[in-house]
Nanobody, 124 residues
């Protein structure tokens, strides 16, 4: 059974950092790509970043490029999203999602399985 569990969210001041984790079970990162998404109140869910299964290639939305870094630990079957220089507009519920296949993208419809989300609040 494919399951994803996010953790690491919380309250942080503008300019601060957080690291989100996405623990995968029921499948291996060798064959499944992982995407990170976020949804703020009143807004549509949007793609933030993803990491491919084939070679670990990473992709980022323009809004987070240079501030966020996605990585994976295959031994722990976990993907991370390091978020630096956080801004109030980064506040949202963050979700990880997965799809079988070698490549990844930032489209919501590309993914089959989703975690429950973790809240990130950026406020002074």
């Amino acid at each position: 059974q494919v399951q994803l569990t996010e953790s690491g969210g919380g309250l942080v001041q503008p300019g601060g950092s957080l690291r989100l984790s996405c623990a995968a079970s029921g499948f291996t990162l060798d064959y499944y790509a992982i995407g990170w998404f976020r949804q703020a109140p009143g807004k549509e869910r949007e793609g933030v970043s993803c990491i491919s299964s084939s070679d670990g290639s990473t992709y980022y939305a323009d809004s987070v490029k240079g501030r966020f870094t996605v990585s994976r630990d295959k031994a722990k079957n976990t993907v991370y999203l390091q978020m630096n220089s956080l801004k109030p507009e980064d506040a949202a519920v963050y979700y990880c999602a997965t799809v079988y296949g070698p490549s990844c993208g930032l489209g919501i419809d590309e993914y089959d399985y989703w975690g429950q989300g973790t809240q990130v609040t950026v406020s002074s």
